[in-house]
Nanobody
Framework: QVQLVESGGGLEQAGGSLRLSCAASGFTFTNYSMGWFRQPPEKEREFIATITWAGTDTYYKNSVKGRFTISRDNAKNTVDLQMNSLNPEDTAVYYC???????????????WGQGTQVTVSS
């Protein structure tokens, strides 16, 4: 049974940091690129960051570049998203996802987690 379980969300003040983690099981983790997406209130889901299976390449949404860092640990089957310099516009439900492609397109992701809420207060 495929599972992606996010953790680490919560309430943070503007300027603060949070680290999200996603634990994967039920599939061969190293066969998949991993991505993070988010869905702000009353908006559509949007791409945030992706990382190749080996962790050698990453790609970010422009608005998070330099503030967010995606990383993975293939020994632990986890992918993390370190979020620094948070601002209220980062408030959203954050999802991790797995894809056989290195892509920013949500429809090309095969597996999704249930999401974790991140709220940034001003």
């Amino acid at each position: 049974q495929v599972q992606l379980v996010e953790s680490g969300g919560g309430l943070e003040q503007a300027g603060g940091s949070l680290r999200l983690s996603c634990a994967a099981s039920g599939f061969t983790f190293t066969n998949y690129s991993m991505g993070w997406f988010r869905q702000p209130p009353e908006k559509e889901r949007e791409f945030i960051a992706t990382i190749t299976w080996a962790g050698t390449d990453t790609y970010y949404k422009n608005s998070v570049k330099g503030r967010f860092t995606i990383s993975r640990d293939n020994a632990k089957n986890t992918v993390d998203l370190q979020m620094n310099s948070l601002n209220p516009e980062d408030t959203a439900v954050y999802y991790c996802a797995a894809s056989t492609k290195y892509t920013i397109i949500a429809a090309q992701y095969d597996y999704w987690g249930q999401g974790t809420q991140v709220t940034v207060s001003s």
